[in-house]
Structure formats: structure tokens, C-alpha cells
């Protein structure tokens, strides 16, 4: 399987053919009312934070984040935490010039950023473990966290290869953009994914990789796969799906 079959399932879940529908009859479908082409039928949203629900202070921010974050098991059986668990929740990740990836105070548009790190041990002494990382960002504002996810479809044409750790890589990255979150069966207002190879001086690899950062509201939520012997593509992608998922629900019923 390819990288690009990898990353089309997201973004490709809403489309449909244009043919001509088959009534199974053998007559001709009903032709449909004529409408003006000039005139715009704006959609309602189908949902809208809260103005009262959305945090405006680093403590309301980290509370939410907590309640928005991935845990071992929302993975499934056999997760563990990683150690260390929690990165400093008064830092986040940034990606540097030279394309390292390192945690730096909180910037000021930023109020609260919690990053998790959970293991599915390996199950032979040959292979690694499967490492998942979930990283939820609360912003002070929906431009913000907008302009957050403008940035990252830039990264990743500076740096197709980055350093995550001092002994874990990824390189080849393809990342795709899905503004407005229309083209993913994910409940998101914006929706970015990278897809690469990992590699780990201790575990080997090269293994499949994907992150994939959504935005919900001034809330973005991230989460990246690290992939091992026994794993594919699908079988990350689904890992990433189910917990984009749940992440994003529990974002919709905290600020609803």
C-alpha cells in the first residue's frame, strides 16, 4: 500500500459521483426543480462553541485540555502510559529551523497545551513498541488557533524529514490540508495530515507514520502515530481516526 492511499481515506469520505442515478426500474429519475445558479443557500453551522463555555484563563484552558485529551486506554486494551506521561504543561512543541522539534514556553495567543504519550507494548523481543502521542492546544481565540494550523501546512514544506526525538526521525512527510473540514468524515472545522516513515535508532524501522491535527473552535487537537513491525498504514490510520474522533466530541460537549 502507498503513502498516497494512506492519506486519501480522510479527506476523501464525503465525495460522490455525478452519473446519472439508476431508478432500477428502467425509467428515468425525476428531473430535479430548476434552480437559480445566482442564489446562495448559506448552511447553518452544525455547531458553535459556547461564548460562555470557552475558557479565558490558563486554569479553565489546562482543565479542558485534561478533559479533551486521549488516555492509554481510550486506545484500546494493553496501553500503557509512556514516561514520561505528560510533557510540561507550561511548554508545547515547536518545530525549529533546522527542523528539530523541541518545547518552548506558551506562547502568548496560547492557554493551555497537554501533550500525552501512551505505548502499546511490543509483543516479541524483534519489534518496538506502538507509540501514540495526543497533544490538545487551547487558544484565546478561533483566529489564533486558525492561524495555528495555517503554520503547520507550512512546516512541512520546509521540513520533509524532522527529528522528534535525539534517536527517533521521520522522513518523506506528505501533508494534505482540508480547510473547513468538509472532504473528512471527521467532525472538524479544519483538518491537516502528515504521512512519512519512522525510524528509531533503538526499534528500527523504517514504519509508517501519521499525525493528523484537527481544529474544533479556538481548540486544536493533534495526534501522531509512531508505527512498528506488524502495523501498516490502515492499521495506523485507524488508530488515528477512532481517537480524532473521540477527541473531538469530547471538545463538542465541553463547550456546547
Same mark, same amino acid.
Given at each position: 500500500m502507498t503513502l498516497a492511499a494512506v492519506i486519501v481515506p480522510l479527506l476523501g469520505g464525503c465525495g460522490s459521483g455525478h452519473g446519472t442515478p439508476d431508478t432500477g426500474d428502467g425509467t428515468a429519475p425525476a428531473t430535479a426543480p430548476h434552480t437559480d445558479?445566482?442564489?446562495v443557500t448559506e448552511e447553518p453551522p452544525d455547531w458553535?462553541? /459556547?461564548?460562555?463555555?470557552?475558557?479565558?484563563?490558563?486554569? /479553565?484552558?489546562?482543565?479542558l485540555a485534561r478533559a479533551v485529551s486521549a488516555q492509554p486506554h481510550d486506545y484500546g486494551p494493553g496501553y500503557l502510559p509512556q514516561d514520561p506521561y505528560e510533557a510540561d504543561p507550561a511548554t508545547m512543541a515547536v518545530?525549529?529551523?533546522?527542523?528539530?522539534?523541541?518545547r518552548e514556553p506558551l506562547p502568548g495567543e496560547v492557554l493551555a497545551n497537554l501533550t500525552r504519550n501512551s505505548e502499546l507494548p511490543a509483543t516479541s523481543t524483534e519489534s518496538g513498541p506502538l507509540r501514540v502521542m495526543s497533544s490538545v492546544t487551547v487558544h484565546d481565540s478561533v483566529a489564533a488557533a486558525d492561524l495555528r494550523m495555517a503554520k503547520i501546512l507550512e512546516e512541512v514544506l520546509r521540513c520533509?524529514?524532522?527529528?522528534?526525538?535525539a534517536d527517533e526521525r521521520v522522513t518523506g512527510l506528505l501533508s494534505m490540508g482540508d480547510p473547513g473540514g468538509t472532504d473528512s468524515p471527521l467532525r472538524a472545522d479544519d483538518l491537516i495530515r502528515e504521512g512519512g516513515e519512522f525510524t528509531s535508532d533503538l526499534y528500527g524501522g523504517p514504519y509508517p507514520y501519521l499525525w493528523v491535527v484537527t481544529r474544533r473552535g479556538p481548540v486544536t487537537v493533534a495526534l501522531a502515530v509512531k508505527g512498528t513491525e506488524g502495523y501498516d498504514e490502515a492499521a495506523v490510520e485507524r488508530i488515528v481516526t477512532d481517537a480524532q474522533e473521540l477527541m473531538l466530541a469530547r471538545v463538542e460537549s465541553a463547550l456546547r
Open positions: 445558479p445566482t442564489t458553535e462553541p /459556547d461564548p460562555a463555555r470557552l475558557p479565558t484563563g490558563h486554569d /479553565d484552558a489546562l482543565a518545530l525549529g529551523q533546522d527542523c528539530v522539534w523541541t520533509p524529514g524532522q527529528q522528534l526525538r
